[in-house]
């Protein structure tokens, strides 16, 4: 099982390596069969020996300087194709027993074409074939060894051949390689980048060491993206993208040599230097000499993947990469689509809720308001009462307020800047202080940022909930919350000088249930330290999760 591994990775993407051993392979054991057969004349051998004998000597030299460079491989494709092509007209009819190589010398050249190129090449190589055949019979017509009847039945057959073949070459393209887009995503377990998940699957599939994927929007030169170097994690960012000139979807290049290799759909190959057709620089930056250049297109974005170190790197990664930037563009799609989808969601439940607070807390405090007023003007007689009445008249009123402005907020979706949710927070710590008779404060530090509507409702029910649980269950009447963002992340601690939370021998203090729920729900963690006259609170949220 591991060497038939092995044999299957050895030539997977590589046409240029089965071509040049199937043609050793094919003139071996053609050579063998010669000097076994014993029914041709000795001087009819001797000369299809020594035209073997140096067709299998150049066959060796082909396989051996094109196995591992792709460059003399593309660029010896046609020379060798003509080669194949001449042997085939002067040895076709040299023997004509067991030993004859009639159908296997056609069929190499044949296949060559339609694996390396496409049907017009194929086409145009079966024609050529099919007449150097007659050519040749009609220069061996009237000899001994010809065989009127062979020839005609070996001419129909190459006709046969020759459009199963071209058939065969139409038809290849259509074939298109299939990635798993749906298990590279699974893969990715909770990883949700696309980028990420996009340059996995073509590392993986490609077995390359390293790689890069850069995009920007259509039509502007800066791209951002993320290149993964052995493992390692990078952020590209305010890159000018990776090619200049590019004239096909896909590019092979060689630092070292100054070479690329690409080629149009059904094209032929097209030879260039690296320099006219790549950013150095930035290939240079990212690391690479040798590897393959793709370009990704999605609806909105246009951009490159880079992957270089790439095992046994050969001409099938153009017509590979052409393909494998298709899928990372999906990826890229399905995730822009997704995304889109769960926005509407989202801006749906922000306007039902809306609709939902408005009709329901928002009414509620107004004829709460309007029903004071009326308790207020019935009791004219206990002063201590009105004035009672006038300051729960006035948090009700800010409350009011407060609701509103959360509603509007919902409804236009913005973001707050820190220090206007911070002032939000202090009047809402002033409410506080003034329902729970107590004195809290809220203190603000660290980097500016916008804070999402829902992470601010988030953070004033913690406010709400960490005070009432101080008062209630620890009877603190001092309650001091600190408010910083840092490296995308938000941070409120909340210390209060009550007694603490109860909590078993040897084990840490149990967490409020409605407290952590929340916090878990916001992907954010929550951390509890208690001890008789003070607790402290230690609650952190990451931006980029609550947007």
């Not at 916001?522 to 208690?530: F, P, Q």
Request: charge should be neutral; include cysteine.
């Amino acid at each position: 099982m591991p060497q038939l591994t092995a044999t299957k990775s050895l030539f997977r993407y590589q046409s240029g390596r089965v071509i040049a051993l199937g043609r050793v392979m094919l003139v071996t054991c053609f050579l063998i069969a010669v000097l076994l057969d014993r029914n041709e004349a000795a001087q009819d051998i001797a000369g299809t020996y020594a035209l073997l004998v140096f067709y299998g000597a150049l066959a060796i030299i082909i396989a051996v300087v094109t196995w591992r460079n792709w460059w003399l491989d593309a660029r010896l494709a046609v020379a060798t194709h003509a080669l194949d092509m001449a042997v085939f007209t002067a040895i076709v009819f040299s023997t004509n027993g067991s030993t004859s190589p009639f159908f296997l010398f056609f069929v190499l050249p044949l296949l060559s074409a339609a694996i390396r190129w496409s049907w017009r090449e194929t086409a145009l190589t079966a024609t050529a074939l099919v007449v150097l055949h007659l050519i040749a019979g009609l220069l061996v017509a009237g000899s001994q060894t010809f065989e009127i009847e062979r020839f005609v039945v070996r001419s129909g057959h190459l006709m046969i051949l020759s459009l199963l073949l071209i058939w065969f070459g139409v038809h290849q393209r259509f074939t298109r390689l299939q990635f798993p887009i749906d298990d590279a995503e699974a893969a990715a377990g909770e990883e949700r980048d696309p980028l990420i998940q996009a340059l996995r699957l073509a590392r993986s599939t490609t077995q390359a060491g390293a790689g890069a994927l850069v995009v920007g929007p259509l039509g502007e030169e800066s791209c951002d993206g993320i290149a993964i170097v052995h493992g390692e994690r990078r952020a590209l960012s305010g890159c000018r993208g990776l090619a200049t000139g590019l004239a096909g979807p896909a590019l092979l290049f060689s630092l070292r040599g100054d070479h690329a290799l690409t080629r149009a759909p059904e094209g032929h190959f097209q030879f260039a230097a690296a320099s006219a057709k790549l950013d150095i620089e930035e290939i240079r930056r990212l690391g690479a000499t040798e590897g393959l250049v793709v370009e990704v297109r999605t609806g909105t974005q246009q951009g490159w993947l880079a992957l270089w170190d790439v095992p046994d790197l050969s001409t099938d990664f153009i017509e590979f990469g052409r393909e494998l930037g298709r899928a990372v563009g999906g990826i890229l799609d399905r995730h822009a689509l997704l995304t889109a989808i769960e926005t509407g969601a989202a801006a749906r439940t922000r306007l039902s809720l809306a609709r939902d607070v408005h009709d329901s807390v928002v009414q509620f405090l107004a004829g709460a308001s309007f029903r004071v007023e009326a308790i207020k003007r019935s009791a004219k007689d206990s002063p201590r009462l009105g004035a009672e009445l006038d300051e729960l008249k006035r948090l009700l009123v800010e409350e009011q307020g407060e609701v509103r402005g959360f509603v509007l907020a919902l409804r236009k979706g913005r973001e707050l800047e820190l220090a206007e949710a911070a002032a939000e927070l202090r009047a809402l710590a002033e409410r506080l202080s003034q329902q729970w008779s107590i004195k809290c404060q809220v203190k603000v530090g660290g980097e500016e940022a916008a804070i999402p509507v829902r992470l601010q409702l988030d953070l004033q029910q913690l406010l709400r909930e960490a005070v009432a649980n101080a008062v209630r269950h620890g009877g603190a009447d001092r309650i001091d919350v600190a408010l910083a963002v840092d490296q995308g992340q938000l941070s409120l601690n909340v210390h209060d000088n009550g007694s603490g939370f109860p909590k078993t021998k040897g084990a840490p203090p149990l967490e409020p249930r409605s407290l952590k729920e929340r916090v878990e729900r916001a992907h954010g963690s929550l951390r509890l330290e208690s001890a008789p006259g003070s607790t402290d609170l230690h609650i952190s949220i990451p931006l980029g999760a609550a947007a």
